[in-house]
Structures are given as C-alpha cells and as structure tokens.
C-alpha cells in the first residue's frame, strides 16, 4: 500500500461541494489538478512507510508535509517569475488545497 493520502475518500466529498457552488467545467479540472497537487507535494515529505508509524506518527507526517508543502508554494508564488496569471492562479489554488488537506 502507498503512503499517499486516500484521494478517493477525500475528492469526491470536496469535488461535489465545488461543483455545486455552480462553476463551469474547466474551473471543475483546475480544481482537480490543484487537488491532486496538494496531496502530491503534501505526501513527498512524509519520509517512512504507513508501514512504519503508528496512527500519531502518521498524523504528524501528514501535518508537518502540509506545511513543508506550503513553504514550496510560497516560494514559487514570491520568489520565481511566473509569466502567466493563470500560472499563479494554479500555485494559489495549490496552497489553499494543502491547508484543506
């Protein structure tokens, strides 16, 4: 078993509430791609096997990945050039997924 975050518990929950809130199909993507981010960038901090850790252990792997993950945002959002608004927009998203994780 992988030590990412379970994405099939979690998307579908915060996919319908997005969904709901009426936005077009291409902001729906955007989301989904900011999502699966977040988990990606969250989870490649967590350093030992699901395996290996007890539940608090865990707990706090996940907790201190969520905020290396935000470091790493931050410094794209403040200190890279980021030609296109959109691109921008994508790390914002990004960052607002880890804080939801």
Not at 39 to 58: G, H, P, Q, R
Request: charged share 35%.
């Amino acid at each position: 078993m992988s030590k990412d975050i379970d994405v099939a518990k979690l998307l579908p929950k915060q996919l319908d509430e997005y969904v709901r809130e009426e936005h077009t199909q291409e902001e729906c993507i955007g989301f989904i791609d900011g999502f699966e981010k977040a988990i990606d960038l969250a989870n490649k901090f967590i350093l030992k096997s699901v395996f290996d850790m007890t539940d608090e252990e865990l707990k706090e792997q996940r907790e201190q990945g969520k905020s290396f993950a935000i470091i790493c945002v931050d410094e794209i959002l403040n200190g890279s050039r980021l030609f296109y608004i959109e691109d921008y927009d994508y790390w914002k998203e990004v960052k607002q997924e880890i804080s939801l994780l």
